[in-house]
């Protein structure tokens, strides 16, 4: 007998129909004689309907009533598919994060899990009930709702699952694993059957929407074995996201090539190249709370250097002002320039760690194929180039294949 | 400064215009320095939108689900109001009945309030709060959602008028008052500026939409002052309920008529009368849960009666298959009959107290119209007969007229 934690996003729980088969599915485990805990989103469209009459009422919404109303559309699928279990024959009870006691931080529509009460649940689980819970949402101390934010149903999954000690969380998603590649991009790209958490990390934030970013660093600190599948398909084993030191199997060199084309790049020219000079340039950015993805400072000569960094593209005039109007006069810099049709290609897997000539061996890949690379940024475990934004899908498609990321591991 | 709970329905905040001018509203209030909590239901239509969905899922949704889920109705229009207030400029918080804590029993879909903490929202109010309430729900000990039932919110506004001790609680709805009569039978009916608790109880339960008879009971034991306004009408002072104790002013005879076609008579005929008998019909009836309304035996001869009731047109089949194959053989009765196509009239008023000829006045009234008369049942503030369906609207008109409610009090 296992404990299972498995989360449905909102495309799995958007109509009736579809809870009703999300319920098959729960009770198909239930039934192996496994303990699990099902945590649901709000169904599709819904969430998105309270924030718009929300708006009809306060342009800017107010964060703590946002929660409040917002918090709804859990509150709804829980009970829906509580009902299509029992509806099965199966015990069901749920609960929204309130009720859990999902404790957070005060910080409405982005908070923080800071405790789970898990003795209720378990109690349910031990009388035989499938315990249904509210994604998404928490409750601070004063008992005022607040959510996690975008895609926070994930975090509550793995939360939970370290919390009771799951043997296993499952992530039900519209695909039915984790890819080498967006296979709108490349038709030929595969599913991992395995991922490790740091390769999960890069590809998540670099672009792949499979998993939200804090749920993966939340299931890396607590040691959860978080398994991504599709609530689509009856079989298929996903996609098992391992800690590196547990696996045992010959590790893929690459895993994948991410991509991301919201960005925007910066580059603050002709700088006196002293210390603290990044300090200057980048304190105005941070404190007008803009998030910075990629920087690069090369070598300078003549005791000047330029330093070039991305942003989101939403971000891009906000920065690019500061930078003019702020920065440089005050630094002293010789220019100021900036280009929004960039795309960031990054090349990801742990394997390069041992291997040498995977970055050689990118650039090359680009080079045959006239692909110039804007900005170069590297980790241990991947290689991010920055290249014109028309180029990215055939980036993409020919490192897909130098790799061979097409042939079965 | 004056403490006033208000109490908006589904109607009134239908749509997010109308929560904007029901927050106008509720604004003025507080602008004059008294202090508000307002009790909102959920926005029209969607607490049967949340039921279609739950019965999507199981035909007969479990009660504690259904809760949870139906709600959220009003969870949604709080935040949506504390919004509007907010936007107006002034200080507003919303709170479900779980946060308020109102406790109730676990009765789900019907449960009855059994205590309020008003420790939170009096701390808000002295900070200038105004305080928005989810109507219609509560929390069992347990900490599980509850639902009061339809019309529950009137009974929430009225708990918490009597655990803050308010000045007043202002039930605003559709229709600016309570009225002799049904409008829209009698065009000449007037609204009342006085009803007494005991008239209005009666009124309620004869079928007048106004308020929800529970609050009622509720507002009389608590001794709250209860004034049913229109949301849609800026002026007008609608229909305050007084106390009979209260009142010193010259008390109409007559306040209203009321009436009701949604039940069905039953007679069990020549039934031994002797003791126990009319426990024996009605106990197998209220065993299955019918709800009896008017219950008629008059005086047997040759030790035989008939006795005769009216239950809700919904139970009528359970209730005549009762009868027929149960009660009848057992206590050898020689026939049962029933009839659905009835209505009762009644002709409520606490000046009857001290008034004879009521009772022969409406028996002459109707009598000249040719209305035969099926059943009569009377207390002290009234008098209900039954008579055929068809002659209802015609019963009515004629005892408006022939008590003068049509003239200004």
Chains 1, 2 share one sequence.
Not at 176 to 183: A, I, K
Request: with cysteine; net charge negative.
């Amino acid at each position: 007998m296992a404990l299972i934690v498995q989360k449905y996003g909102g495309t799995s729980v958007g109509t009736t129909e579809r809870i009703k088969n999300v319920a098959r599915r729960v009770a198909k485990w239930h039934a192996r004689g496994d303990q699990i805990v099902v945590v649901v989103s709000a169904m599709a469209g819904e969430t998105n309907r309270l924030i718009g009459l929300a708006k009809e009422v306060q342009a800017h919404p107010d964060s703590r009533e946002l929660d409040q109303m917002v918090s709804t559309g859990e509150q709804v699928s829980i009970g829906l598919l509580a009902m299509a279990l029992m509806d099965l024959g199966h015990k069901a009870r749920s609960y929204t994060g309130s009720q859990v006691r999902i404790l957070t931080d005060n910080a409405y529509t982005k908070a923080r899990i800071l405790g789970i009460d898990e003795n209720r649940i378990r109690r349910d689980l031990d009388e035989g009930y499938i315990v249904v819970v509210a994604g998404f949402q928490g409750v601070d101390e004063c008992g005022n709702i607040t959510t996690l934010g975008r895609g926070g149903s994930d975090t509550t999954g793995v939360a939970l699952a370290a919390a009771l000690k799951a043997d296993e969380c499952q992530i039900y998603t519209d695909v039915d694993g984790v890819y080498t590649t967006d296979p709108r991009i490349v038709p030929e790209a595969r599913r991992l059957k395995t991922i490790t958490f740091e390769e999960m990390l890069e590809m998540a934030s670099l672009g792949s929407k499979v998993l939200q970013i804090r749920s993966v660093e939340f299931a890396g600190k607590y040691k959860v074995k978080l398994r991504v599948l599709s609530s689509f398909e009856e079989e298929g084993e996903g996609t098992l996201i391992t800690f590196e030191e547990d696996t045992d199997m010959e590790q893929a060199i690459i895993s994948g090539i991410a991509f991301n084309r919201d960005e925007a790049k910066l580059t603050v020219q002709g700088v006196p190249d002293r210390p603290g000079i990044a300090y200057q340039i980048l304190g105005p950015i941070a404190d007008a709370n803009i998030d910075v993805d990629m920087i690069v400072q090369n070598v300078g000569h003549d005791g000047m250097t330029d330093l070039s960094f991305t942003v989101h593209r939403n971000d891009f005039q906000k920065a690019m002002g500061i930078l003019k109007n702020q920065v440089a006069p005050h630094i002293g810099a010789r220019d100021v320039t900036g280009d929004a049709n960039i795309a960031k290609v990054s090349v990801v897997g742990v394997g390069m760690r041992s291997h040498v000539g995977i970055a050689s061996q990118t650039f090359r890949t680009l080079a045959e194929e006239g692909i110039n690379i804007q900005m170069i940024s590297t980790s241990e475990i991947k290689i991010s180039v920055v290249v014109e934004d028309k180029y990215m899908e055939l980036a993409v498609r020919v490192l897909h294949k130098a790799f061979e990321l097409d042939q079965a591991a």
